[in-house]
């Protein structure tokens, strides 16, 4: 690190003596006038200003003892915040010139991700703050964002939290129906809108509903349109450079007002806005440094990640957005999920955010791979991974030894020759991945670390801000969610609404400060998920979720209490660990099973075609509707279904499957974050599932949704 001159430090000092008086100068301006006045830099304004690549960028910022001495570091020099606001401002002075954003550019024929820092991100928010201001943003204003995560959208909300106003995210491949309920119950009075597809429809569809909307945006309009962003960023940039700074605007947020109301996904039925206040937030991001013995080590500032989860979603944005931004690391942002592969090989991130999707999809791979491959390269990659879970449990028995010489040896040559080429799907420098969002099998979770990527599970809801529990890269159990994370107090109470005894089944509950304020004007719902806790003053929230929790704190998730039914003989079932069972199948992408108040399970399951005729060698000229109908198909599923869930009870089985077309995003059967909205996909399925049974469907009765979630949808 380049360390900044006494000139520098002595321009910091006034700088932050002038900001606890509400100085006119920005954090981002401070940078500027380190560079300009403290260093002898040979570079031009202009030339500093441009977004560089990762690998170019050079530290300037100041020492961690001044940042100290000026309270922006804690003694473990740490950034110190308590609010989003406070996160980003300080962020901007202690990570100075570090990379912050990476944004996808293919100038002169070399694809690559370009960087800007976190100084150049501080002046946009300065600029950004003015637009607001001017398109007349207030204290406790709501304003809405239509976008896929780019810098724009960090941008926005940061300037909003330096106004003390609320950020109001939805996501791009909601229907217009959701934007305008979510813009009237918030009562949004701005509105930006990622491209110009987005803009027309706000205008079309959804301005003439909302009556609160004062002003609407478009983040990709070009330069010199009214409505375009870029042309409002470069007035607010003139207008900064005329009066001098850029502060003037702030309205410094307290721990408790709101930062965030985002609207749950619905995989349920109609979204509720989950209010969360700053400290919500920042008691996530706080709490994780405590799940590690280095405070260093779990985000470092070298760390990159690509971020291709949606900052609309609690998970993606707190676990990624914030806590990255808290910790000087920096984030490519990638350019959407067909792109994924290419964009992890140009990014390299070294942590990796994601849900069970990405790490399923990997671990089918390799295993297609393996079986269409010689029987002797088949033997060397099954003999790697047979290696690599021996090298896994070595590590984790304190070295007492796994393997021999020889095994160690052929070790070391299978990891370089085939260990090492799956690593590089994901850049290749992955020091470890966070997978959250739905149930993870263990067997992926082995998988990871057999070819030496360490996968951290964590559990929790946007109503708890979100995490509740992870494990960390320094102490995992797969199969489990982790432990509670420091400040958080996870409890199951069982059905006599009491705590249960460790490793007895319940509700997974919990109290703390990620605790969401409630649902946005919606008492009755609140009410609904809020008591309080056994120590009589604390707000115990209620997960909705079946688990269970060890003497030592590790929880696992069994199920889903309005998920699981009755048979008709009486037999509760649990779906989710069906699912899952059934999902750990080659040929079986997406799974959804039925049987309430039925006499046995059937399960709607979607296939991978293309892998199905490539092991049964059929022609693509043959139509899929063919191939269901086909007895081969049929009972190459029913067999792998079988061998899948041997370890189930006959009953938990299903004895019938339907083929179905996959659930998306597009037929409103998956979620943004890609969870599946179980009560669309038994909708659109109701003659599928009656025909399994042999009958008509009975209202009311054999869709495994229950009646809260059935008048919900």
Not at 556 to 577: D, S
């Amino acid at each position: 690190m380049r360390i900044v001159s006494q000139r520098t430090q002595q321009l910091a000092r006034r700088y932050i003596s002038n900001e606890k008086n509400t100085s006119s100068r920005s954090a981002a301006s401070l940078i500027h006038n380190f560079n300009r006045n403290g260093h002898s830099d040979s570079k031009s304004s202009s030339s500093r200003a441009r977004s560089r690549s990762f690998s170019s960028q050079t530290s300037l910022q100041a020492t961690p003892e001044f940042l100290r001495e000026q309270g922006i570091f804690c003694e473990n020099n740490l950034l110190k915040f308590d609010t989003l606001h406070e996160l980003q401002k300080r962020g901007a002075v202690a990570f100075a010139e570090n990379p912050i954003f990476g944004t996808y550019t293919d100038a002169g024929g070399d694809p690559r991700f370009e960087y800007m820092n976190y100084r150049e991100f501080g002046e946009k928010v300065d600029q950004c703050r003015t637009v607001l201001k001017d398109l007349g943003a207030t204290k406790f204003s709501k304003i809405g964002i239509i976008s896929n995560n780019r810098w724009e959208w960090a941008a926005i909300s940061c300037a909003a939290y330096g106004m003390n106003a609320t950020v109001v995210p939805m996501y791009e491949a909601q229907l217009p129906a959701d934007w305008t309920h979510i813009t009237n119950d918030s009562e949004c009075s701005i509105l930006f809108g990622s491209t110009q597809d987005i803009f027309h429809r706000i205008v079309s569809d959804v301005l003439p509903q909302t009556p609160s909307v004062k002003a609407t945006i478009c983040l990709d309009a070009d330069m010199g349109k009214s409505h375009a962003f870029a042309t409002l960023m470069e007035a607010a940039k003139k207008q900064i450079e005329d009066e001098g700074g850029a502060s003037s605007s702030i309205s410094e947020p307290t721990p408790d007002d709101l930062a965030n109301l985002i609207y749950t996904s619905g995989t349920t039925g109609k979204p509720k806005g989950v209010e969360l206040i700053h400290s919500n937030t920042i008691s996530n991001v706080l709490g994780i440094r405590g799940m590690a013995d280095d405070v260093h080590d779990f985000i470092r500032q070298s760390d990159r990640s690509l971020a291709f989860l949606p900052w609309a979603h609690c998970y993606g944005q707190t676990c990624e957005l914030w806590t990255h931004m808290g910790h000087g690391a920096s984030q490519a942002i990638c350019r959407g999920v067909p792109s994924l592969l290419e964009d992890l090989q140009m990014a390299k991130p070294t942590v990796l955010f994601a849900v069970p999707t990405l790490y399923k999809k990997i671990y089918d791979g390799v295993h297609n791979l393996i079986e269409s491959s010689s029987p002797m390269k088949r033997s060397l990659m099954k003999k790697s991974l047979s290696l690599g879970r021996k090298n896994v449990e070595e590590r984790n028995s304190n070295g007492v030894a796994s393997m021999d010489m020889v095994e160690r040896l052929q070790y070391k040559v299978l990891d370089k020759v085939i260990l090492s080429k799956i690593r590089d799907r994901f850049g290749g420098n992955l020091r470890h991945g966070y997978v959250a969002g739905a149930a993870v099998p263990a067997e992926i979770i082995n998988f990871m670390d057999d070819i030496g990527i360490p996968i951290c599970e964590g559990y929790g809801l946007t109503e708890t801000s979100p995490i509740m529990t992870l494990n960390s890269p320094y102490e995992r159990l797969p199969g489990a969610v982790g432990k509670p994370i420091p400040g958080v107090t996870v409890m199951i109470m069982g059905e006599n609404g009491l705590p249960a005894p460790p490793g007895e089944e319940g509700e997974i509950c919990c109290y703390g400060p990620n605790v969401m304020r409630g649902y946005h004007n919606n008492p009755k719902a609140t009410e609904e998920v809020i008591s309080l806790a056994p120590d009589g003053k604390s707000r115990l929230f209620h997960s909705g979720d079946l688990g269970r929790m060890s003497e030592d704190n590790w929880v696992k998730v069994t199920g889903r209490l309005k998920e699981q039914y009755k048979l008709e003989n009486g037999k509760y079932i649990c779906p989710t660990p069906i699912e899952n069972a059934i999902g750990m199948s080659r040929y079986i992408t997406q799974v959804v099973l039925c049987g309430a108040n039925r006499p046995y399970n059937v399960a709607l399951v979607v296939p991978d075609w293309a892998l199905i005729r490539n092991d049964l060698k059929i022609d693509d000229s043959v139509p899929e509707d063919d191939l269901v109908n086909d007895e081969g198909v049929k009972a190459l599923i029913q067999s792998d279904i079988d061998d899948k869930c041997s370890s189930l009870k006959k009953f938990e089985i299903p004895q019938e499957v339907a083929f179905v077309a996959p659930f998306t995003a597009a037929n409103n059967m998956l979620t943004p974050k890609m969870s599946i909205k179980r009560h669309m996909v038994v909708r659109e399925y109701q003659d599928a599932i009656s025909s399994m049974y042999g009958d008509d469907i009975v209202a009311g009765a054999g869709d495994g949704v229950s009646s809260e979630d059935r008048a919900a949808a």
